[in-house]
């Protein structure tokens, strides 16, 4: 059985809960979620490793930050800790066991330089984790899908290359997507991402790489 989070609306919530299960993520543990945005998965991610454990909630955006402490006040998490800083130059308070990005990688100009840095903030040993998709392997009625507005919206298939280039031992690695036709949470994510109603049309959305690597210890 998966590990519970608090996602419950997002789609890409089983392929987190599935890495976070494999990893053993818990009690105590200290995370960075890089490229955070609103914070969602840092709070899930708090939900996890309770009081005791750490999540830097990292973003380029200084906006991220207000909505972040926002979401972690709502859910009455204060072991979140919203920190303005761009990928490329992370450098945080203390070694992470895990650093985190989802939905980042397609949007930074040099994908390995961060997960480089993301692998530089873990500890010996800790891990780093990315969800990037593919996003032309997504469907809308059996077309591809795009996404101009993405520097790299395919980086999901680089991504093993990725961290072992980044100096990081690749532990494990795979694909999933979410898919549906009608009305639902797919077509619902669709709508919400794109501004296109699906209709009827049967949907894959773009499946999420996950990559699990190890910095050497
Ligand atoms: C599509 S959102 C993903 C949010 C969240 N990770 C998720 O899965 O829901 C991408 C986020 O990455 C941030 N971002 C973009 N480039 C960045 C960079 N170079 N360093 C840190 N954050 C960056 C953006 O400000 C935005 O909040």
Do not use: K
């Not at 680089?158 to 100096?167: E, I, N, S």
């Not at 532990?171 to 549906?180: F, Q």
């Amino acid at each position: 059985m998966v590990t519970e989070l608090g996602l419950r609306n997002d789609v890409y919530r089983r392929p987190l809960a599935t890495a976070l299960e494999r990893l053993g993520v818990g009690p105590g543990w200290r995370c960075a979620d890089v490229g955070a945005g609103a914070g969602d998965v840092s709070v899930a991610l708090a939900e996890v490793v309770g009081p005791a454990g750490r999540i830097f909630a990292v973003d380029s955006d200084p906006l991220a930050r207000d909505e972040v402490a926002a979401a972690a006040a709502a859910a009455a998490r204060a072991q979140v800790v919203a920190v303005t800083q761009a990928g490329e130059d992370l450098l945080l308070p203390e070694l992470v066991d895990l650093a985190f990005c989802r939905f980042l990688l397609m949007h930074v100009h040099e994908p390995a330089i961060v997960l480089a840095r993301m692998g530089r903030a873990t500890r010996p040993g800790g891990f780093v984790v990315a969800q990037e998709p593919v996003t032309t392997a997504g469907r809308i009625d059996g077309t591809p899908m795009s996404m101009p507005g993405a520097r790299h919206p395919d980086v999901g298939a680089l991504l093993p290359a990725l961290v072992r280039d980044a100096g990081l031992e690749l532990v494990d690695a795979w694909a999933e997507a979410p898919a549906g036709a009608g009305p639902g949470p797919v077509s619902a994510y669709l709508a919400s991402l794109t501004g296109v109603d699906p209709g009827d049309d049967p949907v894959v959305l773009p499946p999420l790489v996950t990559v699990i690597a190890r910095r050497p210890g």
